[in-house]
């Protein structure tokens, strides 16, 4: 992409945590209300249990960008300029600029007509317990941000309002996650599973989140040989990834939840703390609704109907 047209594939064998899936019951309840703030440094005792590490295949897509699309793969990079990164920490400027050309952005690539951000956050490797505590660390543990219920969970919060929910559902919801360096990246890269190598039914582990002002659930992975895992070698800041963590029109296919981690590169553990900001956002997709197209046909079972029969093979 860009300058690093000619580089050299440059793929990564890496340890990727994982959790292992129970014979029981596959869902995990984590609650984050309870206990000191410090003592959140760690994982919980449920996740810590259940995780383990697999030696992974990190293939390096730079050169290779445009044969990847979020329809297909769930997830694709971009050229795309943003003005004074270095502002990140200056909240107004964040809001009135980076947030809505980021949506512009996701709205040029996915054809939406409207786009609605609901978070947005600088990750960067925290030193103290504090930092860990608010989440701002790179994540180096394979999840999804939401489930299908999560989603429709986040979606029921953001958008309070019966009917107006109604009105988004009848046409295609995305949710995008927009991770943008804010510096060239070394250390802790940011990797994504290719959509298309995930089979949700036996590899997702639902776990519900409580949170002090709310709850999410999220997925955790099991792993699989099968996993095709991607990154971008020396990724900028022009250089963003765009990924989908739901899109409404894909819940026959487990949502298209695309698993993604941070991972640790050897050769530049050492280097310079990473950077980067994430956005995530609503985009609403208009779809046809003559009834007789195979989008308006594949779109007459309801969406809340297709969770609960996935949610009847997975977890409540």
Known sequence: MGEHAEYIARHVDADLCFRR????????????????????????????VLAERHKVQVQDIRGQEPSYTLDKNGFVYRLHEMPELARVSDEEYVKETIIPETESLVRKITGATRTVTFAHRVRCLAEDGALLASNRAPAHSVHSDFTIRGALHNLETVFPDTQERKRLLAGRVLIINVWRPLKPIQRDPLTVCDWSSVNIQAESIPTCVTLPNGWNEIGRYAFSPSHRWCYLSAQQPNEPLIFTQFDSSKVDEGGF?????AFVDPEYSDFAARESLEIKMFAFVLVCVCSVCSVCLRGQRSIKETWKFQSSRLYL
């Open 257 to 261: 939840t695309v698993p993604h981690s």
């Open 21 to 48: 899936r129970l014979d029981v019951d596959n869902g995990i309840q984590v609650d984050f209300t309870k206990g000191k703030p410090e003592d959140k440094e760690d994982k919980p005792m449920e996740t810590q």
